[in-house]
């Protein structure tokens, strides 16, 4: 979403302030196997400079490709500039392997790397000196002033148990993907259960769910769409996602994910696949719309 020029990205931006919604998502890659993409934290504050309300959600950065004291400094920059409009979403990737590897990253360590980088990155950004030794990374007193305030809520995406204790342990937030209602509400009762068993602090929680979907006036089109571009990136006939990726009105979109409000979601990365981006923006306010009227 919001691609283009300049011009026609602050076009896009307003439609989305005009509309009512109130946030955006953006993905991160480095080397991605089409080789497009955009890094998530540069994403970030071109979106918040561009406008002056919208919260921007990165979901997900890959941080294991990133070493966590320049990625402090980064978020920090970004608090100034952007305060409380920001949360940062991690991720391990796994879509491509070779993105891992070509910026020197083991893809079988990428979840223990993400949990180090993590851990350390938490600590940074607290505004106080950190020292760290890892099989990753090592360094000694850095210090990353002034501390985000208030403070960046992160959220965790996957669907590995791993990454559900990772949630738990280092996180506001779960960011699911391509699963049931059931199973979304048996992975936000598990995040509370180990939260409230190791966490000295408990969060706030904000759960989140990323969601493809398509639109139009028929759902055959609807279907086309959302197919052509999930296939196009993930190169995965559309049918292995197909029941979790919603298509049609958007009255048939919104009751869908009323489910998963069911179950404990209270963020939506919406990616709609329509004729046009503006097309995409005005379905997604038109869900949003239904969704807060409880359809």
């Not at 998502?25 to 400079?49: K, P």
């Not at 503006?278 to 379905?283: R, S, T």
């Amino acid at each position: 979403m919001l691609t283009g020029n300049p011009g026609q990205r602050r076009a896009l931006i307003r439609q989305v302030e005009d509309a009512g919604i109130d946030h955006l998502f953006v993905a991160d890659h480095v080397s991605f196997h089409t080789g497009l993409g955009m890094d998530g934290i540069v994403n970030t504050a071109t979106l918040t400079a561009m406008s002056d309300s919208l919260r921007v959600i990165i979901g997900v950065y890959l941080l294991a490709l990133r070493h966590p004291v320049p990625v402090a400094r980064q978020l920090s920059s970004l608090a100034m500039s952007a305060p409380g409009r920001v949360v940062l979403g991690v991720g391990v990737g796994g879509e491509d392997r070779h993105e891992m590897e070509v910026c020197g990253v083991d893809p079988a360590r990428r979840g223990r790397h993400t949990d180090h980088a993590l851990a350390a990155l938490r600590r940074l950004m607290q505004g106080e000196a950190v020292s760290y030794d890892c099989e990753f990374f090592t360094f000694d007193k850095a210090l990353i002033k002034p501390a985000p305030d208030p403070a960046i809520p992160v959220m965790v995406g996957g669907r590995s148990d791993r990454a559900i204790t990772r949630a738990a342990m280092l996180a506001e937030g779960w960011l699911g993907v391509w699963c049931s209602p059931e199973r979304y509400g048996a992975v936000v009762e598990s995040i509370s259960r180990q939260a409230l068993e190791a966490r000295a602090d408990q969060p706030v929680w904000q759960h989140g769910l990323q969601v493809w979907t398509g639109f139009a006036d028929s759902r055959t089109r609807a279907r086309e769409y959302v197919a052509r571009e999930m296939e196009a990136i993930y190169h995965i006939p559309f049918e292995r996602f197909e029941k979790y990726s919603p298509y049609g009105s958007p009255e048939e979109v919104a009751a869908f994910l009323s489910r998963y409000i069911d179950q404990g979601a209270r963020v939506f990365n919406i990616k709609p696949c329509a004729g046009s981006e503006a097309e995409g923006i005005a379905a997604v306010a038109e869900v949003r719309r239904l969704m807060q009227m409880g359809l």
